[in-house]
């Protein structure tokens, strides 16, 4: 892609935190991080001080005698046993994490386009027909559009209707969706390499009663955090920002723990966006923010936006938390 940096300067950035770090190669199976590195399409990608190798067989192009090889996190247990690599095995992602902090502006400009396509698929999900379908039929046809709209992979489609909006980790299932049910929806896909997730909260036919209330929390704390983002501004003031408003509310002990985290050629990346992480925010940085309150057995509330730090702070990707939409059908 036009500006992004060549393979070469990123592999020298690469080898010297190698030195830094004391590991002699990295081994990388087709994944974020060998996408990071240039890869294409092979078996593995083998990086060491003077050789960057597509390979089905990595050993051979691991130099003889090396005492520590990163391994690539999403490797399988088959494979890596599979390597017959005589050194230590440490995660590569201690190179490797820092690095991708923090995206090139033409990376940035990759991640607004899948941001983009993202918001797109929940604009023509307001336009669908809900009443008496199941979460999992909805899932489906988000997914449909998710491939529709260009997107390579679906990384995750939820629907949260009713009291299943109140559970974090909710799948969609076989609950129909009837009038008077808030509902949770969200789509997370990679186009183009590259990753963005939306989220956004509807009701169906009339809000459940105090629901609009707590949602405007869940906004306000949204507003709170992107205006916490900012250059040096440690990814947990972020966090702060957003729980200082849900604990206002008197919604605090329904507060998620997070209130976001990195994306970029992976969906989910540093920096965290939790109490006590202590990473300072750079420009170029691209951010889930996604503050949440989740009241047991009722009902919840998730909005998910992209936005990139910058030197005047934080960017929307994404088009943003609205009002509460209801739908008609």
């Keep these: 892609m036009t500006g992004i940096p060549e393979d070469a300067a990123r592999l020298a950035q690469v080898r010297a935190a190698m030195t830094g770090s004391e590991i002699d190669a990295l081994v990388l199976r087709p994944s974020p991080d060998f996408r990071f590195l240039g890869g294409r399409g092979g078996a593995f990608l083998v990086v060491t001080a003077d050789a960057a190798v597509e390979t089905a067989d990595p050993a051979p192009h691991v130099p003889a005698g090396a005492r520590r090889v990163g391994v690539d996190p ?35 400009e990759a991640v607004a386009a899948a941001a983009g396509a993202a918001e797109a698929v929940l604009a023509q999900a307001r336009e669908l027909a809900w009443f008496g379908a199941t979460e ?10 998710l491939l529709e709209g260009g997107c390579e992979e679906a990384l995750s489609v939820r629907v949260s209707a009713g009291e299943h909006t109140a559970r974090a980790a909710h799948l969609p ?26 989220a956004r909260v509807f009701a169906v036919a009339e809000p459940p009663e105090d629901f609009e209330a707590m949602y405007s ?37 329904f507060a998620a723990p997070s209130a976001g985290r990195g994306l970029g050629l ?64």
């Excluded at 005589?86 to 992602?93: D, H, S």
């Excluded at 704390?221 to 509310?249: D, K, M, T, W, Y």
């Excluded at 047991?296 to 509460?324: E, H, I, K, N, S």
Aim: charged letters at 20%; a negative charge.
């Design 74 to 108: 999403e490797m399988r247990v088959r494979e890596l046993f599979g390597l017959a690599i005589e050194a230590e095995l440490v995660p590569a992602a201690a190179v490797l994490a820092p690095l991708r902090l923090r995206k090139h502006p033409a990376e940035v």
């Design 136 to 145: 999992r039929e909805m899932a489906a046809r988000l997914r449909l559009l």
């Design 173 to 198: 299932g076989e609950r129909v969706i009837n009038p008077g049910d808030a509902l949770l929806v969200s789509v997370c896909g990679r186009w183009d390499g590259w990753c963005a997730e939306a």
């Design 217 to 253: 929390v869940v906004l306000a704390a949204h507003r709170a955090a992107l205006a916490a983002v900012r250059p040096a501004a440690p990814a947990g003031s972020v966090a702060a920002a957003a729980r200082a408003v849900i604990e206002g509310s008197g919604y605090g002990h």
């Design 266 to 329: 992976g969906h989910d990346e540093g920096p965290r966006l939790r109490p006590g992480e202590d990473t300072a925010l750079e420009p170029g940085m691209v951010l889930c923010v996604e503050p949440a309150i989740y009241v047991p057995d009722l009902f919840g509330a998730r909005v998910a936006d992209v936005a990139a730090c910058t030197a005047q702070g934080a960017a929307l990707l994404t088009a943003g938390p609205q009002p509460l939409l209801v739908l008609d059908r």
